[in-house]
């Protein structure tokens, strides 16, 4: 049964994302600005979130949403835990602003994904680059945020599996220090019921927590990152404690004293 439900589900994305792409080229080919070629992107990772339970039982809980800064003129850069392609559809769909994923330029050759997020305003980058990819990820953040686009990044760059850590880079407590804005940590457990690469999903819940804003101004990138990086984890333990090996817990003073 749940090989079913994702080959229904996977045939129904394959099919749903034809018309919106044509969609977004359509109305960029005729001039229509970035915003209104966003929320038809966002149209359709909603509708994509709403297949994922129809298809698969799959629904999001999340927890958090009343940290994250009310002023419109409040930039941040949200830093995620990046479990399985779940989160990348969920994240536009539930902010309440608009949001600028940074992803590697590779992904805009998918057949109509690609060509939808190459005609958004993104920011893709070549890894190989270096300093150049970063250069250009702050002079373009820096442009974005201050247009009210919330950046978006997965410090740990791909998908991790569940109960696991990946490396945990700078690059975006970097451009949060550079551009002076906060930065907000996210936890999802979305490999729970969609782990990464997987073709077959498990109906279940998705929890998103999302953390308060950690300013960036007088930090240090790989001093905030850690920090960032300390919050997901124990958040991810808490919310996911299955997937964790328990700690070994201290010796009690007693038994330490004892011979």
């Given at each position: 049964?749940?090989?079913?439900?994702?080959?229904?589900?996977?045939?129904?994305?394959?099919?749903?994302?034809?018309?919106?792409?044509?969609?977004?080229?359509?109305?960029?080919?005729?001039?229509?600005?970035?915003?209104?070629?966003?929320?038809?992107?966002?149209?359709?990772?909603?509708?994509?979130?709403?297949?994922?339970?129809?298809?698969?039982?799959?629904?999001?809980?999340?927890?958090?949403?009343?940290?994250?800064?009310?002023?419109?003129?409040?930039?941040?850069?949200?830093?995620?835990?990046?479990?399985?392609?779940?989160?990348?559809?969920?994240?536009?769909?539930?902010?309440?602003?608009?949001?600028?994923?940074?992803?590697?330029?590779?992904?805009?050759?998918?057949?109509?994904?690609?060509?939808s997020i190459g005609s958004l305003d993104m920011i893709h980058i070549d890894?190989?680059?270096?300093?150049?990819?970063?250069?250009?990820?702050?002079?373009?953040?820096?442009?974005?945020?201050?247009?009210?686009?919330?950046?978006?990044?997965?410090?740990?760059?791909?998908?991790?599996?569940?109960?696991?850590?990946?490396?945990?880079?700078?690059?975006?407590?970097?451009?949060?220090?550079?551009?002076?804005?906060?930065?907000?940590?996210?936890?999802?457990?979305?490999?729970?019921?969609?782990?990464?690469?997987?073709?077959?999903?498990?109906?279940?819940?998705?929890?998103?927590?999302?953390?308060?804003?950690?300013?960036?101004?007088g930090r240090r990138p790989d001093e905030l990152m850690q920090e960032v990086?300390?919050?997901?984890?124990?958040?991810?333990?808490?919310?996911?404690?299955?997937?964790?090996?328990?700690?070994p817990s201290e010796p009690s003073k007693k038994g330490a004293d004892q011979?």
């Amino acid at each position: 049964m749940a090989l079913l439900r994702s080959l229904l589900h996977l045939l129904w994305m394959a099919i749903t994302v034809v018309p919106y792409t044509l969609a977004i080229l359509l109305c960029r080919v005729l001039g229509a600005s970035k915003a209104v070629l966003y929320r038809i992107a966002r149209a359709w990772l909603a509708l994509s979130i709403h297949a994922a339970q129809w298809f698969l039982g799959i629904r999001p809980r999340i927890q958090g949403m009343e940290n994250l800064p009310t002023d419109p003129r409040q930039g941040v850069v949200l830093l995620c835990k990046h479990q399985s392609t779940y989160e990348t559809f969920l994240m536009p769909a539930i902010m309440p602003h608009p949001l600028a994923y940074v992803f590697k330029k590779e992904l805009l050759r998918i057949p109509f994904f690609g060509w939808s997020i190459g005609s958004l305003d993104m920011i893709h980058i070549d890894r190989k680059d270096g300093v150049r990819a970063f250069q250009k990820l702050v002079q373009q953040g820096q442009r974005l945020l201050d247009q009210g686009t919330w950046i978006i990044m997965f410090p740990e760059g791909t998908r991790i599996p569940r109960g696991q850590k990946g490396e945990y880079k700078s690059g975006g407590t970097r451009l949060a220090i550079r551009t002076g804005v906060p930065v907000v940590p996210i936890a999802v457990t979305s490999a729970r019921v969609w782990p990464p690469k997987a073709f077959v999903k498990r109906p279940g819940v998705v929890d998103v927590s999302i953390g308060k804003p950690i300013p960036s101004q007088g930090r240090r990138p790989d001093e905030l990152m850690q920090e960032v990086e300390n919050w997901i984890e124990a958040e991810m333990r808490r919310l996911d404690p299955e997937a964790y090996p328990a700690q070994p817990s201290e010796p009690s003073k007693k038994g330490a004293d004892q011979p």
